[in-house]
Nanobody, 114 residues
Framework: QVRPVESGGGLVQAGESLTLVCTAPGFCGVAWYRQPQGKQREYVSSVSVDGDTTTYSDSVKGRFTITKDKSKGAVYLRMTSLKPDDTAVYYC???????????WGQGTQVTVSP
């Protein structure tokens, strides 16, 4: 399995934007999850292998946008209008039919201050 790598986390103020990047094999789909401190990991968004199908959780719909650049093997999670409740460690997970597309990244911290 090829482990995806997240980047782009950081500290921002409420209302600001941030873009996370997941570097993963282009033949895999990608899903983003997040885990607030002391809470369970929850689904955020996903994109299909071909990049044409995207889904979002209700909590981020309309604020987050996921896109895939197959040429670069990168998936971007553009997060806008961030809220303190978005504070969490964000994880990237590969998905898809290929046996190698089932791996978690190490996560990147996103902190949104009031």
């Amino acid at each position: 399995q090829v482990r995806p790598v997240e980047s782009g986390g950081g500290l921002v103020q409420a209302g600001e934007s941030l873009t996370l990047v997941c570097t993963a094999p282009g033949f895999c789909g990608v899903a983003w999850y997040r885990q607030p401190q002391g809470k369970q990991r929850e689904y955020v968004s996903s994109v299909s292998v071909d990049g044409d199908t995207t889904t979002y959780s209700d909590s981020v719909k309309g604020r987050f946008t996921i896109t895939k650049d197959k040429s670069k093997g990168a998936v971007y999670l553009r997060m806008t209008s961030l809220k303190p409740d978005d504070t969490a460690v964000y994880y990237c997970k590969t998905t898809g039919a290929a046996r190698t597309c089932d791996a978690w990244g190490q996560g990147t911290q996103v902190t949104v201050s009031p």
